[in-house]
């Protein structure tokens, strides 16, 4: 456990340093279990944020802002009702354990100052986010839990805050811990876990093992080490003073730099993907839905694959027309296409015209079956290439990417209206990405509609339009004086050939030319264009 009962302490004295005195801004939810509070505090706007998610519950505030989705949900609505406008009196620790509290003040003209609590549990898969009222009873909870289901611990609202049980030793008791490890025998990692609070296993290892180095008592040596600071992380595991043997770490000058980190290397990618899983689903079954129709249709093809037959047998029945096949169901006849023998089922109880015109019925059924087949086949080829591309868009997409993405679903009908949370109609400048370089304007779009928007409404006939050749990507338009010189080429074909498909590749082949060369495909959902007058450059992404 990277967050143990000590790291919580830290962390918790840290966020008060930084927050304490802060008036609460605004509220907003990222999902169901991840919040921000925005905070002004001495002088500065802080992000401080809240998560009970299951995999990564976490609670840290940085100077960045998160990009706000275009709902609110309810637990949203009363942290926006009691918490806006208040001012945070403190931020401690409750009990030793993974437990923060959040102590704040709201003025009122009427009521006058009223106390609210926000506590935080971090506590894996059971974390929670409460409101307490000035009598610590809970306003509301994001997860809430009867009396039936936990007799001694109900989280329901109008009932008594119970905070959750520590009955290990303090840290800081040092009679208690001398007298517990005064026989070395004693001195071993399970015992430091089950009866100190706020040891985890991993720390509880580190201590044991460094012991047999130090000449001081087991208390004084415990609390050496863990008096220092020094935010240390390593993949997905942190604390906050280096207790790890890996060579390959990182350092940090505090615990939110820290967890932010972490929040970004781990934590964002689910946290975009829970909040719009809707759209990953909708384009991952549409993609799935389209293969098994190619497969289907492409099987149906093979089956009506003899129309060309169906119209020889029947010319060679017509060119027979007077012979009589009275009382035969199979007749044998010159195939004047090629001078072999043909064999010809026919109806015995019809002319040899009438099975000749049965023939070119079928011919006809199969042939008009040939083609809406083929014309089948194309649109769905056409509608899997199309998710194809929504689905790489997806695997590169921002909150706002995604909104935009969104509302390109709901435009095509691929999702429901209801889906649509954006209460604003107002229309908003597509999140597309701009660089300048060497006195040039470079635009990459991410999504269909930033594609769109900067190749059909920004781009001018002469800027320089970019994308990697025969791969989905990004649509990246160049614009200037009308003469860009190679490095800035080089500078839009690195970036097209990064916002592509083809990002891992060694050599990718970009392909540009003057926007007056681009055609949007009529009839095409999404961004496909054709061109002419290209030239080919070849770049390697992972070279900076």
Partial sequence: MSQDGLFIKKLSEELHNKLSTGRIDSAYGLNKTDYILVVRAKGENHSLYLSVSYNNPTIFS?????EKPGFASPFTMVLRKYLVGSFIES???LNNDRVIEITCTKKDDLLGNTKLYLVIELIGRFSNLLLLDEDRKIVDAIKQLSILENESRGIM????YIPLKNEKISIDDKESFNKLFIDHNNQYPKNLVDNISGVSPKLAEYLIKNYKDSNDNFYDYVHKEIDKFNPTYIGSDFYYFDIFENQNKEYFDSLNNLLYHNYKENAET???????????????????????????????????????NYRIKGEVLMANSYLNIKGKHLVELNNFYNNETIKIDVDPSKSMIDNAN???????????????????????????????????????????????????????KYISEKYNTKKSKQKIKPNFLEINFENCRILVGK??????????????????????????????????????????????????????????????????????????????????????????????????
């Fill in 62 to 66: 940085v100077n960045e802002k998160f």
């Fill in 91 to 93: 931020i401690k620790q």
């Fill in 157 to 160: 609202k109008k009932m008594t």
């Fill in 270 to 308: 689910k946290i975009l993907k829970d909040n719009n899983h809707k759209l990953y689903q909708c384009v991952n079954s549409n993609i799935k839905r389209l293969e098994k129709k190619l497969i289907n249709l492409n099987n149906d093809l093979t089956k009506d694959l003899d129309s060309e």
């Fill in 358 to 412: 049965n023939y070119f019925k079928k011919y006809k059924k199969s042939k008009a079956a040939l083609e809406h087949l083929n014309e089948q086949i194309s649109i769905a080829e056409k509608e899997l290439e199309y998710f194809k591309l929504v689905s790489y868009q997806l695997s590169i997409a921002s909150l706002k990417d995604l909104e935009e993405i969104k509302d390109e679903l709901i435009k095509n």
């Fill in 447 to 544: 999504n269909n509609l930033q594609n769109e928007f900067i190749t059909h409404h920004i781009g001018r006939k002469d800027d320089l339009w970019f994308h990697v050749k025969n791969s989905h990507g990004s649509h990246v338009l160049v614009q200037g004086d009308n003469k860009f010189s190679e490095a800035v080429i080089r500078k839009a074909a690195f970036l097209a050939a990064t916002y592509s498909e083809a990002k891992d590749s060694s050599s990718v082949p970009v392909d540009y030319t003057l926007i007056k060369n681009i055609k949007k495909i009529p009839g095409r959902a999404g961004s496909f264009v054709s061109y002419k007058g290209e030239k080919t450059i070849y770049i390697d992404p992972k070279e900076k």
